[in-house]
T-cell receptor
Framework: NAGVTQTPKFRILKIGQSMTLQCTQDMNHNYMYWYRQDPGMGLKLIYYSVGAGITDKGEVPNGYNVSRSTTEDFPLRLELAAPSQTSVYFC?????????????FGPGTRLTVT | GQQLNQSPQSMFIQEGEDVSMNCTSSSIFNTWLWYKQDPGEGPVLLIALYKAGELTSNGRLTAQFGITRKDSFLNISASIPSDVGIYFCSGGDSWGKLQFGAGTQVVVTP
């Protein structure tokens, strides 16, 4: 039972490089989310999606882009990496509007930008 | 955005002791949830609270949704070594999004 999977687990980027963080869920959840977690801080919402083809900005969207072409996948794109984007990134999903708060998280991607 | 104040920031306890942590906000929430994060892992949902005043248990864990809808607490009874980790409170707003506290680091010593 895979749940929410994320790849890669670790990545080091140079300033200005681009990359895509992958997220896949096999629970047929409509809602998916991307968060970042900085040391000693709670999670901050970057982007979210309520279904295939629908995405919206969260609290900290600058420097990121997302797409949702299928129910299962929700990739996060960093176009021009900056040191401020060094963080741990978590993808999450939830089933329905009534249980949207009960989110299932992936294991995270630890990103360092140098 | 709304800010959740979670306390204490960390706690060192002996095995068998009870643990208590809380979360407060200046704004009301529709839902309060408590998550636990183990090192190198994503958060895992422990308890979800949907009604002001609600008191819910999950094994040795007990959580309450404050009457004012601006606070919640989590208690862990008779702590064991596997209780070590970071506990996050989160509040669900009316747009269906979660706000997270900064976490309480729990260390259990034998």
């Amino acid at each position: 039972n895979a749940g929410v999977t994320q790849t890669p687990k670790f990545r080091i980027l140079k300033i200005g490089q681009s990359m895509t963080l992958q997220c896949t869920q096999d629970m047929n959840h409509n809602y998916m989310y991307w968060y970042r977690q900085d040391p000693g801080m709670g999670l901050k919402l970057i982007y979210y999606s309520v279904g295939a083809g629908i995405t919206d900005k969260g609290e900290v969207p600058n420097g990121y882009n997302v797409s949702r072409s299928t129910t299962e996948d929700f990739p996060l794109r960093l176009e021009l990496a900056a040191p401020s984007q060094t963080s741990v990134y978590f993808c999450a999903s939830s089933a329905t509007r009534t249980t949207t708060y009960e989110q299932y998280f992936g294991p995270g991607t630890r990103l360092t930008v140098t | 955005g709304q800010q959740l104040n979670q306390s204490p920031q960390s706690m060192f306890i002996q095995e068998g002791e009870d643990v208590s942590m809380n979360c407060t906000s200046s704004s009301i929430f529709n839902t309060w949830l408590w998550y636990k994060q183990d090192p190198g892992e994503g958060p895992v949902l422990l308890i979800a609270l949907y009604k002001a005043g609600e008191l819910t248990s999950n094994g040795r864990l007990t959580a309450q949704f404050g009457i004012t809808r601006k606070d919640s607490f989590l208690n862990i009874s008779a702590s064991i070594p596997s209780d070590v980790g970071i506990y996050f409170c989160s509040g669900g707003d009316s747009w269906g999004k979660l706000q997270f506290g900064a976490g309480t680091q729990v260390v259990v010593t034998p």
